[in-house]
């Protein structure tokens, strides 16, 4: 099952990506009633899940971390301003008139890594916008944030 979910990593960000980000030693848990990945954990850690609609993974914060590690510099990325990243580590939506830069290969429904402009990781959500529509619209919701940083982040 390890070599599905590689695949639908590899076919959602990237060929390459699949093996790195999910190494050997990697488990996965498998729905009793469908027999498909469910959730995928790496030394105890859940990294991703597999979304049921659609098959393709969400990722966790340390997935998302994992991920950013082994992207090209930009790739998924949108970095939002110092007054939106307030309230993305609250876990609240990102608008598009925050949105400073966005990957302009992001499609919507896309696993995007939210980030100050500082570089460092906020957030982990789902596009609603394509990244060249992020950049352009001041209104309207960018990208609907689902996981965020740990407790370093909230403190700053």
């Given at each position: 099952m390890l070599d599905v979910v590689r695949a639908i990593s590899n076919y959602q960000f990237g060929l390459d990506v699949g093996e790195k980000l999910f190494p050997d030693g990697t488990t996965v848990e498998v729905s009793k009633r469908t027999g498909k990945p469910k959730r995928v954990y790496l030394d105890g850690k859940l990294l991703a899940t597999?979304?049921?609609n659609d098959g393709l993974i969400a990722l966790t914060f340390e997935g998302a971390m994992r991920l950013r590690a082994?992207?090209?510099s930009g790739r998924f990325r949108v970095i939002v301003s110092d007054d939106a990243a307030r309230f993305i580590i609250e876990g609240k939506s990102l608008f598009s008139k925050h949105v400073l830069e966005a990957d302009p290969r992001i499609l919507p429904g896309d696993?995007?890594?939210?980030?100050?402009n500082k570089g460092e990781l906020l957030a982990v959500g789902k596009a609603v916008l394509s990244g060249c529509e992020m950049g352009k619209f001041r209104r309207g919701l960018a990208v609907k944030v689902r996981k965020v940083g740990g407790e370093t982040l909230r403190e700053s």
């Open positions: 597999v979304r049921s082994l992207l090209p696993e995007v890594l939210i980030e100050n």
